[in-house]
């Protein structure tokens, strides 16, 4: 199921409404057969996989990452051509939360006399396609922290300093998080000081669209040569009603599209950004920082997961700690730990959120 959930991931940004889904076949222990959704309207992860084995299929176990679809879309039902290829065995984590299947592709692989398998690594497949179960199980937004850390716990080594924490299979895997997203929210501090691009250019694929980059700027500060503007793409910065108003209007002349939200004493009101970024259709948001930022979507509990990713490099005493004190935790409950290159990723989730969509994926399953 590992390698199926890494399958997976190389089709981010590519699948349009469809969700990431990878698949393996094994015989005797051996991989015979993998594939993944590559592209909306190509075939699915389990025929890429069943075409690749072939014949070896036959008496094997398929590993897929999400429950094999049932119904006639852009293409044929999976579970026909599973039953049509010999398998054995199905494992998956979970039921697909999509109303046109939601237990039926398992319930045509039993009366088929196909043994099935479900629950394997739930948790952490369904952090891997975590937009695409809320989305269809009905909540309105899905919001994913990422923080990336030194080993000591640093997000840079100095102040006002721009460091690479990670290495590049990190920085590829961040690039296939984003384009799972909507779009990428950072601080204005982070704009200044990294000038981010904030795009998906690692991916060797490309991507369908790259996600949108939204500034929280509570004063308007946003330099209007920012890498957006140069690369001629869209982006967002969202301010205080009380932002010097010559400002927001250069920035408007420049391109951006401006958004107004309450702010706080620890700056904008997270909700009042959610809720502008829903209006406009931006629903599966991705916060990635700096350190104030992260901590005020923490704080405010509007989020859903977080991302992880440690260094094997430390940093040293002058560097910026992503911790407020010595005793503070990363926030949620971890689900997942993988190493990508060298360095580690670890997945967590908010137990209230996590708790509500279990019980929605629970009833959706009934």
């Not at 952490?124 to 000591?152: E, H, N, P, W």
Request: with cysteine.
């Amino acid at each position: 199921m590992a390698r199926a959930r890494d399958l997976a991931r190389r089709g981010a940004g590519r699948t349009g409404t469809n969700p990431i889904v990878g698949a393996v076949v094994v015989r005797d222990g051996r991989e015979v057969g993998a594939g993944f959704h590559r592209r909306l309207g190509d075939a699915h992860a389990e025929v890429m996989a069943l075409d690749q084995a072939g014949e070896a299929a036959r008496g094997a176990t398929l590993y897929v990452t999400l429950e094999p679809c049932s119904h006639h879309g852009r293409t044929p039902p999976c579970v026909d051509r599973i039953v049509e290829s010999g398998v054995a065995r199905v494992v998956f984590p979970a039921i697909d939360p999509d109303p046109r299947v939601r237990g039926r592709g398992w319930k045509a692989l039993r009366d088929a006399d196909v043994r099935v398998d479900v629950g394997c690594a739930a948790d952490a497949a369904i952090l891997d396609a975590l937009g695409f179960y809320r989305d269809r199980l009905g909540f309105a937004t899905t919001v994913t922290l990422k923080m990336a850390v030194s080993d000591d716990g640093m997000v840079a080594r100095a102040p006002g300093q721009r460091d690479d924490v990670t290495g590049e299979a990190v920085r590829t895997d961040v690039h296939a998080l984003r384009a799972l997203h909507d779009a990428v929210v950072v601080g204005i501090e982070t704009v200044l000081i990294d000038r981010p691009r904030l795009d998906c250019r690692l991916l060797p694929g490309g991507v369908d669209r790259e996600p949108v980059p939204v500034v929280l700027d509570t004063h308007a500060r946003t330099p209007i040569d920012n890498e957006w503007v140069r690369a001629g793409r869209a982006y967002i910065v969202v301010c205080a009603r009380e932002a010097d108003g010559a400002r927001v209007e250069a920035l408007v002349r420049a391109g951006a599209r401006v958004f107004v939200a309450p702010a706080t004493a620890r700056g904008l009101d997270v909700a009042g950004v959610l809720n502008a970024l829903a209006a406009v259709g931006l629903t599966r948001v991705l916060v990635e920082g700096g350190p104030r930022v992260f901590w005020s979507f923490a704080d405010s509990g509007l989020w859903d997961a977080a991302w992880l990713y440690r260094s094997n490099v430390a940093f040293g005493g002058r560097g910026v700690r992503l911790f407020r004190h010595d005793d503070e935790r990363f926030p949620g409950c971890v689900v997942d730990e993988q190493p990508i290159g060298s360095e580690r990723r670890f997945g967590f989730v908010n137990e209230a959120s996590w708790s509500l969509l279990a019980s929605a994926l629970a009833r959706a399953g009934d």
